[in-house]
């Protein structure tokens, strides 16, 4: 069955850097585009960033870009969210998940576990 498997969070100061990551199975990880959401306490889930299945080309929320950079190992079956300049608003459970496309809201199919990234002084 699908699995997704996220690592790598913890605690940063504010302007500091992170990077997370997914390790993914049960499927053909390189036919897939592949996506970074999150949710902060009391909000929505929040799109943050996809990349295509061989990735070629990627897209950002307007929140992150600049700041953020998404990447993939299809060889490992691995995704990773480089993040910088970390903002306490950056503070949320951060998920991997398929997606269908490009844009926001296009994450498909199982979620896994998360993981937090708490960005505080």
């Known amino acids: 069955q699908v699995q997704l498997v996220e690592s790598g969070g913890g605690l940063v100061q504010p302007g500091g850097s992170l990077r997370i990551s997914c390790k993914a199975s049960?499927?053909?990880?390189?036919?897939?585009?592949m996506t970074w959401v999150r949710r902060a306490p009391g909000k929505e889930v929040e799109w943050v960033s996809t990349?295509?299945?061989?990735?070629?080309?990627?897209a950002y929320a307007d929140s992150v870009k600049g700041r953020f950079t998404i990447a993939r190992d299809n060889a490992e079956n691995m995704l990773y969210l480089q993040m910088s300049n970390l903002k306490p608003e950056d503070t949320a459970v951060y998920f991997c998940?398929?997606?269908?496309?490009?844009?926001?809201?296009?994450?498909?199919?199982?979620w896994g576990q998360g993981t937090q990234v708490t960005v505080s002084s």
């Open positions: 998940k398929r997606s269908n496309g490009l844009e926001a809201g296009q994450d498909f199919g199982a």
């Open positions: 990349i295509q299945n061989r990735g070629q080309t990627t």
């Open positions: 049960g499927f053909t990880f390189s036919n897939f585009f």
